[in-house]
C-alpha cells in the first residue's frame, strides 16, 4: 500500500482531502466499491476529478484510506474484565452511532459484493481486532475467542446500523451495552 | 405473498421447481438481487424462461420462495438452558455449513445492496427468530435480548462464511459451539 504524505487536517490541502474522503465514504457505502468511480467521488465533492487523482492515485488507494480504522482495544481494556467488556461495546456502537459512514461501515457494505473489499476486511478485523484481543485473553482457545468477539461484535454493529432490526435500532445503546456486556465477558474471560 | 401450489418433491413439476430455486438461489448469491434476471436463473437452470414464468410468476415471488427459511427454535428449546443454547448455534453453524446457498446466506449477502432484500431479512429475523426466541427466555429485557442473539448468530455465520475470518473458517464447528454456547446462555438466560 503506497503512503500518500500526511496533511496537516486544516491545511487547504488536509480540508480538501478530507471533503473527498467524505465524499468517497458516502459513494462506496451507497454504491460499493465497483460501481464508485473516481469521476463519481469528484462530483459528489464538488471538487475537480484531476484533485483527487492528485490526492489518491488510484481508485483502490482512495478505498484503502476511507476504510482504515483503529479499534483503540488497549487503551479500552481495564483490569475489571466487565469493565472492559462494556467499553469494547459501548465504544464499537458509539462510533458507529456517531458516523453511519465511518470506515468501519463502509468496508461491511462493500465486503458483501467486492472481494477486494472482503478481503480488507478479513484483514483488518485479523489484525486490528482478533490479534490484539487475543493478548488481552486468559483463558483456553483464546484466539477462537478473539475472533468469534470480532464476529459478534460486527453482527450487532449489522443488527442495529446495516440490516436495521426494528428492536436493535429503537434501543437506547446504554441498554444494548447492559444486556451485551455479560455475554461479551463470558466469552473472553469464561 | 401470492402462494404458489405446492409439488411434491419427487413429481416432474416438483423438480423442475427445486432446480429453479436451486439455480436462483446461486445467481442471487452471486449477482445480488437487482443484477439477477429471470432470464438468467433460466440459462443458469437449462430451463425455458417461461418454465420460470409459470412456476414463479415475478422475480419477486422467486426471490421471496428462495430465501424462505425456517429455524426451528422451539423444537431445538429443552429444558437445560446450556443446551438449548448449544442446540442453537450448532445447527445453525450446520445449517449454513452444509448448504452455502442456503436460503439464510442468500437473504444475507443480497441485504447489503437491496432494500426489498434487507426489508425482507429485517421481517424474516424478527418473526422467525426475535419473536420465537423471546418467548423462551424468562429474564429482563428477554426481546432485547432475543434480537442481541439474531444480530450476534447473524455475525458469527457471516464472519465464517461470507467474510471467511481464516480463525472461523478453519475452526471445527464443535470447538466454536463448545466456545460460544456458555456467551448465548449468559445472553438468553443471565
Not at 109 to 124: G, P, Q, V
Not at 134 to 147: K, M, S
Not at 165 to 184: C, F, G, K, N, Q
Request: proline share 4%; glycine share 4%.
Amino acid at each position: 500500500m503506497e503512503k500518500t504524505a500526511p496533511l496537516s487536517p486544516t491545511s487547504k490541502g488536509g480540508l480538501t482531502r478530507q471533503r473527498i474522503l467524505d465524499s468517497a465514504r458516502r459513494c462506496f457505502a451507497t454504491h460499493g466499491y465497483e460501481r464508485t468511480t473516481i469521476r463519481r467521488v469528484a462530483e459528489e465533492a464538488e471538487i475537480d476529478k484531476s484533485s483527487v487523482m492528485k490526492y489518491f492515485g488510484t481508485k483502490e488507494n482512495l478505498f484503502r484510506e476511507c476504510v482504515a480504522w483503529d479499534i483503540p482495544i488497549d487503551a479500552l481494556t481495564s483490569e475489571g474484565q466487565e469493565e472492559s467488556a462494556q467499553r469494547y461495546v459501548s465504544t464499537m456502537l458509539r462510533m458507529w452511532e456517531a458516523d453511519p459512514h465511518s470506515p468501519m461501515a463502509v468496508l461491511l457494505r462493500t465486503s458483501m459484493t467486492s472481494e477486494l473489499a472482503a478481503s480488507m476486511l478479513r484483514e483488518h478485523m485479523t489484525r486490528a481486532s482478533i490479534d490484539v484481543i487475543e493478548r488481552h485473553i486468559d483463558a483456553d482457545e483464546a484466539r477462537l475467542r478473539a475472533a468469534i468477539f470480532s464476529a459478534i461484535m460486527m453482527g450487532l454493529a449489522s443488527g442495529r446500523h446495516i440490516i436495521g432490526l426494528p428492536d436493535l435500532t429503537d434501543a437506547d445503546i446504554d441498554r444494548i451495552v447492559e444486556v451485551a456486556s455479560p455475554m461479551v465477558a463470558t466469552l473472553l474471560h469464561p
